[in-house]
C-alpha cells in the first residue's frame, strides 16, 4: 500500500508538472499573437503576410492541443484522488501515464519547433 501511495505520488507531481508548463506555454502563444498583431499593422507586404497567416493557425491550433491536454490532466487527477488505496496497482494508471508522458512529448517538440520558426520570423520582420 505504501508503494502505492509513492506511485500515486509520482503521478501527481507529474501531472502538476505538465500543467504548469502548458500553462506557461499558452501564455507565450498569446504574447506570439500580440507580436504578429503589431506586424500586421505595419503592412508590410504579401512576404510578410503569407507566413504570418499560417503561424496564426498554428497558434490557434497549439491553443486548443494545450485546452485538450489541461483537461486529460484534470482527468487523470480526478482518477488518482479516488484511486483505491488497498486495491493492487493494476498498471492502468501507469499505462494511461505513459500514453501522456509521450504525448507530452511530441507536444514540447512541435511546441519547440514552432517557436523558433516564430522567433525566426520575428526576427526578420520586427
Known amino acids: 500500500m505504501e508503494t ?3 506511485y500515486l505520488s509520482d ?3 507529474n501531472l502538476k508538472v505538465w500543467k504548469e508548463e502548458l500553462r506557461f506555454h499558452r501564455k507565450e502563444m ?3 499573437e500580440k507580436k504578429l498583431e503589431s506586424i500586421v499593422k505595419r503592412n508590410l507586404g504579401i512576404d510578410a503576410m503569407a507566413p504570418l497567416e499560417g503561424f496564426q493557425n498554428k497558434i ?3 491553443k486548443e492541443v494545450i485546452g ?3 483537461q486529460r490532466i484534470r482527468m487523470k487527477k480526478k ?3 479516488t484511486a483505491d488505496i488497498s486495491e493492487e496497482l493494476d498498471g492502468r494508471l501507469r499505462n494511461q501515464q505513459t500514453s501522456m508522458k ?3 512529448k511530441t507536444y514540447i ?3 519547440y519547433e514552432l517557436k523558433e520558426d516564430l522567433m525566426d520570423y520575428f526576427l526578420r520582420w520586427l
Do not use: A, G, Q, T
Request: charged content about 45%; aromatic content about 8%.
Open 60 to 62: 490557434i491550433r497549439e
Open 109 to 111: 517538440k512541435l511546441h
Open 68 to 70: 485538450r491536454m489541461l
Open 30 to 32: 498569446e504574447k506570439f
Open 11 to 13: 503521478l501527481k507531481f
Open 4 to 6: 502505492k501511495l509513492v
Open 102 to 104: 509521450e504525448d507530452m
Open 79 to 81: 482518477i488518482i484522488e
